[in-house]
């Protein structure tokens, strides 16, 4: 696109430098507060190819996105996705005309991150995210469905030996994880990873009810102060996280508390689907189609339409609650859909 296009900026004067650009929805592991275990995934010829994954991602690096995390689903499982992978990571602090990127991440459940650990890491990514809910090996089959404890560990330390920095999450689950949370944030901040806490979001049907297994961090907080000493930090990493340090430990923790503690004010943050679908906010129903704009006849002028369309329905917060049991979902569609 040689003609001059607009920055990102929404209705609430936010402007929009992160991207969470899912690959696929397909996932190989199988949460039990993510999806169901019988899962129905998007038919193949519906998702873009990593062509137009490319020219989606190059739209946004046009407008001022500095920032582009990889997610999914399960990002890792794409296949070919190291040449999307590489060819983003060419746009890494080039500041040549058509913007650049300060930082190419992604969002992992670890599986088969020691496959890739090396070639992420040629490729520029830095940093990454790795779900991990869990050190306990039968816990971790029973909430994931899969016996993939092993693999996840291995992927953590060979990112690690190929010098990418780590960022565990775990999502804190009532009744299942909440009294190992310490052991999990000792434990990596021994390795040298960092830890962030999530609350469990109502996206999609499962097979159980969240509201058994809602935890709200601040009653985490206030059993960790009780064991450790806190200390807010002014650390930002682009999203929606806010952290502490922690003295005895020596690491820092972050929180995101989508129910307890809305965070929207200072959103600047989309999400694209595999199959093109631009979400401008997680908890919201919106979205723009940029594959049809993409695949249209004018393609240049059908994505500036579709980006000004998506600036000016961009929504200020989301609503998620969980606060009884038996409640639907906030959403029908699932995170894997999203993009995590």
Not at 7 to 28: E, H, K, M, P, W
Not at 261 to 290: I, P
Request: proline share 4%.
């Amino acid at each position: 696109m040689n003609s001059p296009v607009s920055q990102l900026v929404d209705r609430f004067a936010r402007r929009i430098t992160y991207l969470r650009l899912s690959l696929t929805d397909r996932c190989d592991l199988r949460c039990a507060y993510c999806m169901p275990e019988r899962m129905t995934f998007l038919p193949r010829a519906e998702v873009l190819t990593l062509e137009e994954l490319h020219e989606v991602a190059l739209a946004f690096i046009a407008r001022g996105v500095r920032k582009i995390r990889l997610t999914g689903g399960e990002p890792l499982v794409r296949r070919d996705m190291m040449q999307l992978v590489r060819a983003l990571g060419r746009k890494l602090g080039t500041n040549e005309e058509g913007g650049s990127l300060d930082e190419l991440t992604l969002t992992t459940n670890g599986t088969r991150l020691a496959e890739f650990a090396d070639d992420l890491a040629a490729a520029g990514v830095k940093r990454i995210n790795v779900s991990l809910d869990t050190m306990d090996r039968a816990k971790f089959a029973e909430l994931t469905r899969r016996d993939s404890l092993p693999q996840v560990l291995e992927g953590i330390a060979a990112a690690k030996a190929a010098g990418i920095r780590i960022k565990l999450n775990a999502v804190a689950l009532k009744g299942i994880n909440e009294h190992e949370l310490p052991d999990l944030i000792a434990w990596a901040h021994g390795e040298g990873h960092s830890v962030t806490l999530i609350e469990v979001m109502p996206l999609g049907e499962v097979e159980g009810d969240r509201f058994d297994h809602y935890l709200p961090l601040d009653a985490v907080r206030r059993d960790l102060e009780a064991r450790w000493t806190l200390s807010a930090s002014d650390a930002r990493t682009g999203g929606p996280a806010r952290y502490v340090d922690i003295a005895e430990t020596g690491g820092r923790l972050g929180f995101i508390t989508p129910l307890t503690g809305n965070f929207c004010e200072g959103c600047n943050r989309v999400r694209v689907t595999a199959t093109g679908q631009l979400f401008m906010c997680l908890g919201g129903e919106g979205k723009v189609d940029l594959r049809a704009a993409l695949r249209s006849e004018n393609p240049e002028a059908a994505m500036a339409d579709a980006f000004a369309r998506a600036m000016g329905e961009k929504p200020e917060r989301h609503a998620f609650v969980i606060d009884k049991a038996g409640a639907a979902p906030a959403l029908a569609r699932h995170m894997s859909m999203t993009g995590g």
